[in-house]
């Protein structure tokens, strides 16, 4: 009865939180102010990563074969294997990412900007059916001597929650901007698809999201807003790499 007290509470507090602060959904490949992030272009679509197109003609003959083909042989990362890594959206992937991962195979890095969308007369064509671009993305972690691509997508969700007894004295004109008068809340999610660059085979990989939480005022907003992404990012990507290390007995 205690516990189930407890969750409600603090179902009601998060609630709250939403409410009054706000929630929000950024790309980690979107956040300003980092090396290699100007001209965004939004994120890699997953299912072309994965060579699905929604008008292929598929039939229950070709899904038997692929079954028949994996059977007994799943996409694991090995000792030795080397790695080809993309950052959906971005030029390059993170820094605390490719030190992660280089405690468990030799990394590739390589964009993963998507391509500029197709104009027809200078307009932007509708319902148009996304490219595959799967093949295309092996190809060139092949060409790196990579034998394996990993490819991963990072969410970060963030909630303001005000502090009230520093918005009272946000009167003061000055004093207003320097005392810390929010709490932002903000959680990171990563998942990759793990692609065997020969056959095109693929496993997701997910894991649980990573929270932090920091105070600031008016002030410091944006450079503490990225101080605690910079933070909470080297703790979800070595937690990532951990991961797969005991996922794959590496």
Not at 48 to 60: E, I, K, Q, W, Y
Not at 170 to 189: A, F, K, N, Y
Request: aromatic letters at 4%; charged letters at 30%.
């Amino acid at each position: 009865m205690k516990k189930s007290k407890i969750s409600v509470t603090i179902l009601f507090s998060l609630a709250i939180i939403l409410i009054v602060g706000g929630c929000r959904t950024r790309s980690i490949s979107s956040i300003s102010g980092h090396s290699g992030r100007d001209g965004y272009r939004g994120e890699l679509n997953e299912l072309s990563v994965l060579g699905v197109r929604t008008d292929d003609n598929v039939t229950d003959t070709d899904i038997s074969d692929v079954l028949a083909s994996r059977e007994g042989k799943p996409v694991a990362l090995k000792r030795g294997d080397v790695l080809a890594v993309i950052q959906s959206g971005a030029r390059f992937p993170d820094k605390e990412m490719s030190d992660s991962l280089e405690t468990l195979s030799k990394v590739v890095p390589l964009s993963g900007v998507p391509p500029k969308e197709q104009h027809l007369h200078g307009r932007e064509q509708k319902n148009k059916t996304p490219i595959r671009i799967d093949r295309s993305l092996r190809m060139a972690a092949a060409k790196g001597g990579a034998n394996k691509l990993l490819v991963y997508w990072g969410i970060l969700e963030s909630a303001a929650e005000p502090e009230q007894a520093a918005k009272q004295l946000s009167w003061v004109p000055l004093l207003g901007r320097v005392i810390p008068d929010e709490t932002q809340h903000v959680q990171m999610r990563v998942k990759a698809a793990l692609i065997d660059v020969a056959t095109g085979s693929w496993t997701m990989i997910r894991t649980e999201p990573m929270q932090d939480k920091r105070m600031s005022s008016r002030l410091t907003r944006d450079s503490s807003d990225l101080k605690q992404i910079m933070r909470l990012k080297e703790k979800a990507y070595a937690q990532f790499a951990e991961d797969l290390k005991t996922r794959f007995l590496l």
